[in-house]
């Protein structure tokens, strides 16, 4: 049936990050099927201050990538799952590829743009800026905010976000498979309700895998609240 993107859930809170993890995994399986299947540990922590979540970077074992995400128990009450869903949606892409292995391949780092053989691969690529400056945990491994506003892969999080067909398109030239494009521009918030009303019929497959798997790795992007409405970098 080939590889998919699943969830374990280390701990949670009123089930939001089993409702968050399951909405997220769906949105990305309706679009690619990755080079590796992909196992998101999600979890909680507890601190004060206005760290909301933070990632950490994937590890590979037995051709499975695991990434790992753990949001602060302190700022879950005030978020939906939709809101909880979208940050792992965003870290899934990571996950996948955006800022890691074939990327690097793809880009120019001087300038954030794609590379002529990139762009003959996929024309769109032309009029995209990956951000070059905002600094360490942002630059190189996003779409520029100051060009795609409130871009799914942009570095900032802002109130409403929405999501590219290129986001999608480039999956082909990171090694994943694409079921489906994404025709136009199109509300986050909308693929999220299509996506909580799948039902995931690969439960089977999905519990093959190993699940348990854990090991260490540095924290890779940490997300922060400044304000309910304003933009916390993830």
């Not at 590979?60 to 792992?88: H, L, P, Q």
């Amino acid at each position: 049936m080939g590889n998919l993107i699943t969830y374990k859930i280390v701990d949670d809170v009123n089930g939001q990050l089993k409702a968050a993890g399951r909405i997220a995994c769906n949105f990305w399986n309706r679009f690619i099927q990755p080079a590796s299947s992909i196992v998101i540990r999600l979890g909680t922590f507890t601190e004060f201050g206005n760290t909301i979540a933070r990632a950490y970077e994937p590890s590979k074992w037995r051709r499975v990538v695991y990434g790992r995400i753990e949001f602060n128990t302190n700022y879950m009450e005030k978020y939906s799952d939709f809101d909880i869903a979208g940050v792992v949606v965003h870290e899934i892409g990571h996950t996948i590829g955006f800022g890691f292995g074939k990327w690097y391949s793809l880009i120019i780092k001087e300038t954030g743009r794609f590379t002529d053989k990139a762009i003959t691969e996929l024309p769109s690529l032309a009029d995209m800026h990956v951000e070059t400056h905002y600094g360490i945990g942002t630059t190189l491994v996003h779409w520029d905010e100051e060009f795609h506003g409130n871009e799914l892969m942009t570095g900032i999080r802002d109130e409403v976000m929405d999501v590219l067909p290129v986001t999608i398109d480039i999956q082909s030239l990171l090694g994943n498979k694409i079921i489906e494009h994404l025709q136009e521009e199109t509300p986050l918030l909308r693929l999220l309700e299509e996506a909580k009303k799948v039902e995931f019929i690969r439960q089977k497959q999905a519990k093959a895998l190993d699940l348990d798997y854990f090991v260490t790795t540095p924290i890779w992007e940490e997300k922060y609240d400044f304000g309910r409405y304003k933009k916390p970098l993830i």
